[in-house]
């Protein structure tokens, strides 16, 4: 039944003080006996009687104090060592406690969800007074729970300190729930955690070469499955540079004739220097990984020496040539892109006026100043002669005036584009896929990527060896590439394009991991992020 106090049927109130920020209830147990916490045997002999002050849950916002009259009883086993023992109430307190069960629940929940700072901020709203110590204190008190023998794991790194520090995260990709976390991401500590578990049959990684070791070492009964996602992001990035390769056929007839203006650009010299600057140092850096990598020394080694993260010094590595300058939009596209059609259209017509061909163009919900097209018609006058002779300027293709021409591809969109299911494809998306497969090779090269991307989402890993086979006579070099690095792990890519497993569940665990680090104010160690990742993995 409902009641202001815990266990009722247990404990009797005897009456309520108040004070100004506090409500006491004054009770006491109404059970004959108790048992020795030693050889718990049942005793009724009263030794005497002393009050226990206890916290318990807030009522309605107000403090709530418990005043509980608390016995001693006489063990009268013989044999027993303890003479004299007090009153032991399970549910409602322990032993030395000073709150009750149910505040130390509270505080194990709020410590759990919101950690230390923000546990103790919610904590005190509620009516409960604790500092964050204390908050996590509770936390560290539980518990770590037992899990059932895994079959399917899942593995990947997580970040202590971005770029420098990672530990490793073990993930049950059956039950969801998260199996273990590890102090680092090393091959003796993973291959040690995989030999205490003989029960797995399957593990799911990324691309990264210290987790195929340790499982090579630690559990090499195990099927290896690379993931499907990663996989596909790494031909995106193959892709990507195709098209950076092949960047003019990107162009639409309108982007050629504007980037042939510079003025039209928002580019300053300033902004140029910069870009060629920055430029110049990404080619010194891959000079450099590359020569330390000449004398022997690894990714991880060169990372350090370089004072960069090993993810760039391996991205470099696997680089054949330097890295080209990316010279994409400067910023966000010109707001006058989409009108200049119309504007070629009124210049034809005779309108030379910069002011009346800005209103009009305003009119037509051109968001920019009159010293935009300005500048873009001083353009035309200086290409078609002198004043009051004018020449008309011969359009690069039709457009349709009330429709705006659509904008020049990226690299990135050009790969994401490609990757893209035919099926999702808008109209204009299938126009424009079509208009760039009007090239042979390019048109082939649509068809290899295509092909290995519905291989991935198909799960078909009988036809893999079959798609390398025919990149490596006949693919782009980009391909090829691609299909180099899967030869060097092809078991694993092989289960990756079969089974059903992936590392999805991983790397949503990951983000949450970094959420909860995160969320401690500095005050969260190894040892207390694993606590609170392995119970939360449970309770939610």
């Known amino acids: 039944m409902n009641s202001i106090i815990p266990h009722p049927d247990r404990l009797t109130l005897m009456k309520l003080t108040t004070t100004a920020d506090a409500i006491t209830a004054h009770m006491q147990t109404h059970e004959r006996t108790s048992s020795c916490p030693l050889c718990h045997q049942p005793s009724s002999r009263v030794h005497s ?69 923000a546990g ?33 794991v899942g593995v990947d790194e997580f970040a202590f300190r971005r770029g420098r520090v990672f530990g490793t995260i073990l993930v049950d990709l059956e039950t969801h729930r998260i199996l273990d976390l590890l102090p680092d991401c090393t091959v003796a500590t993973v291959q040690q955690w995989l030999q205490q578990h003989p029960s797995i049959e399957i593990v799911s990684r990324d691309r990264a070469t210290n987790f195929g070791e340790a499982i090579r070492q630690g559990a090499p009964h195990a099927m290896q499955v690379a993931d499907r996602w990663h996989v596909l992001e790494n031909l995106g990035k193959r892709v990507e540079t195709f098209w950076r390769e092949h960047k003019d056929l990107l162009q639409t007839p309108r982007q050629v004739r ?17 870009s060629v600057e920055y430029h110049q140092n990404r080619v010194d850096l891959y000079d450099r990984v590359h020569e330390l ?30 890295p080209m300058r990316q010279r994409g939009p400067d910023g966000q596209p010109l707001a006058i892109e989409a009108f200049v059609p119309y504007l070629l259209q009124r210049w034809n017509e005779g309108c030379r006026n910069a002011n009346q061909l800005w ?69 204009s998306e299938q126009a424009q896929i079509a208009q760039l497969c009007q090239q042979e090779d390019v048109a082939m090269f649509y068809q290899h990527v295509q092909t290995i991307c519905q291989l991935v ?84």
Request: positive net charge.
């Open 293 to 322: 990598h000449q004398r022997g020394l690894n990714a991880k080694a060169i990372a350090t020496l370089l004072d960069i993260t090993r993810h760039t010094a391996s991205k470099y590595l696997h680089m054949t040539a330097p």
């Open 457 to 540: 989402r198909s799960r078909q890993g009988d036809q893999l060896e079959a798609w390398l086979t025919c990149i490596e006579t006949e693919g782009a070099t980009e391909l090829q590439a691609f299909a180099r690095g899967i030869r060097k792990d092809q078991a694993a890519m092989t289960a990756g394009f079969t089974v059903k497993y992936s590392q999805g569940p991983v790397e949503g665990h990951v983000h949450r991991v970094k959420l909860i680090k995160r969320s401690s104010y500095g005050k969260m160690g190894f040892s207390l992020l694993r606590q609170r990742v392995l119970i939360q993995s449970v309770v939610s």
């Open 49 to 117: 009687h002393y009050f226990r002050r206890l916290v318990d849950l807030p009522l309605h916002g107000v403090a709530m104090r418990l005043a509980l009259l608390t016995r001693r009883f006489f063990c009268d086993t013989v044999d027993c060592p303890r003479r004299i023992f007090t009153e032991r109430l399970p549910g409602i307190v322990a032993p030395y406690a000073r709150r009750t069960v149910q505040v130390d629940i509270w505080l194990h929940l709020v410590g759990l969800a919101l950690g230390g700072e």
């Open 258 to 274: 504007l980037d042939a203006h510079p003025p039209l650009r928002n580019r300053t010299d300033r902004m140029e220097r910069r």
């Open 120 to 152: 103790a901020r919610l904590l005190s709203s509620l009516g409960i007074q604790s500092s964050p110590d204390t908050v996590l204190a509770s936390v560290r008190s539980l518990m770590t729970p037992p899990y059932a023998p895994p079959r399917v």
């Open 359 to 427: 209103r009009e163009m305003v009119a037509r919900g051109f968001p920019q100043s009159a010293k935009t097209v300005s500048r873009y018609v001083a353009v035309l006058r200086h290409e078609t002669g002198q004043s009051r002779s004018f020449a008309a300027v011969p359009p690069a293709q039709q457009y349709d005036v009330n429709q705006p021409p659509r904008a020049a591809l990226t690299p990135r969109q050009a790969a994401k584009l490609f990757q893209r299911r035919p099926s999702v494809l808008t109209d």
